[in-house]
């Protein structure tokens, strides 16, 4: 387990990162499973990764498992390299901006709400 302030860290970026409630991701997650428009997104971003990040959100810091902390990591990496300065500069079409939106929402994150 992660010491204490790497912990303090960690859940406080997590946090950041996922910018949308539990509520907001949980209807996400059904709408977008539903949708026969969905997105197969990469493996390290698919539903059961959503479905993870939905369960640490209703958990306390203390409850937090090994698997949690592994997911947390995965989803600040992933969110931040996807929201980095240098994506910025990329020019992409509305469909991948539609597909990179749908992904990062899958993982919490919806890329149209401003950063803190």
């Known amino acids: 387990m992660a010491d204490a302030l790497e912990l303090d860290a960690l859940w406080a970026e997590f946090h950041r990162v996922v910018n949308m409630t539990s509520q907001e991701l949980a209807a996400w997650l059904q709408v977008n499973e539903a949708s026969e428009e969905s997105v197969a997104p990469p493996e390290h971003a698919g539903a059961p990764t959503g479905e993870h990040v939905l369960a640490i959100l209703q958990k306390r810091r203390i409850d937090l498992t090994e698997d949690d902390l592994d997911v947390m990591y995965e989803v600040v990496d992933t969110v931040t390299a996807e929201t980095g300065p240098e994506r910025a500069s990329e ?9 990179r939106r749908h992904r990062l929402m899958t993982l919490g994150h919806d890329p149209s709400r401003p950063q803190l």
């Open 91 to 99: 020019q992409a079409s509305e469909a991948e901006e539609t597909r």
